[in-house]
C-alpha cells in the first residue's frame, strides 16, 4: 500500500520559515513526479510546487514564487518543500501528492489536481501575524 507521510508543520511568525518533508513508500520512487498542494479553511485546494522525477523540472504557484522551494531527494524517496518569508494568507494544510510521470512533466501535469495518483494525509502550518 502506497503512503505519502507529510511532516514539518506548524506553528510560526510571519517571515519565518519553515521545511515540509514528504516520504513516500512508492518503491519506484523516481519514475514520479511530486506535486505539494494545499487548502485552507473554506477554500479549494491549490497548487503550491512541483517537482519532476529527476528533480530537473520545478513549477510554482504564483503566490510563493520566489519564497518557497520544491527539491526531492531520490535516495530518500522523500520530497522537500521549502518555505521562506511566511505569511499569515500560507495558513493552510499543506498536502504532498504523487504521479507517475510519462514523458515530459509539463506545468499543466504538475498543476493537475486530478492528474495526481496519490495524496498524504496533510500536515497543518499556521502562520501567525
Known amino acids: 500500500q502506497v503512503q505519502l507521510v507529510e511532516s514539518g508543520g506548524g506553528l510560526v511568525q510571519a517571515g519565518g520559515s519553515l521545511r515540509l518533508s514528504c516520504a513516500a513508500s512508492?518503491?519506484?520512487?523516481?519514475?514520479?513526479?511530486m506535486g505539494w498542494f494545499r487548502q485552507a479553511p473554506g477554500k479549494e485546494r491549490e497548487f503550491v510546487a512541483a517537482v519532476s522525477w529527476s528533480g530537473g523540472d520545478t513549477y510554482y504557484g504564483d503566490s510563493v514564487k520566489g519564497r518557497f522551494t520544491i527539491s526531492r531527494d531520490n535516495t530518500k524517496n522523500t520530497v522537500y518543500l521549502q518555505m521562506n518569508s511566511l505569511k499569515p494568507e500560507d495558513t493552510a494544510v499543506y498536502y504532498c501528492?504523487?504521479?507517475?510521470?510519462?514523458?515530459?512533466?509539463?506545468?499543466?501535469?504538475?498543476?493537475?489536481?486530478?492528474?495526481?495518483?496519490?495524496w498524504g494525509q496533510g500536515t497543518q502550518v499556521v502562520v501567525s501575524s
Open positions: 512508492l518503491r519506484t520512487f523516481s519514475s514520479y513526479a
Open positions: 501528492a504523487a504521479v507517475r510521470q510519462r514523458g515530459y512533466f509539463t506545468f499543466r501535469d504538475a498543476t493537475g489536481l486530478n492528474e495526481y495518483e496519490y
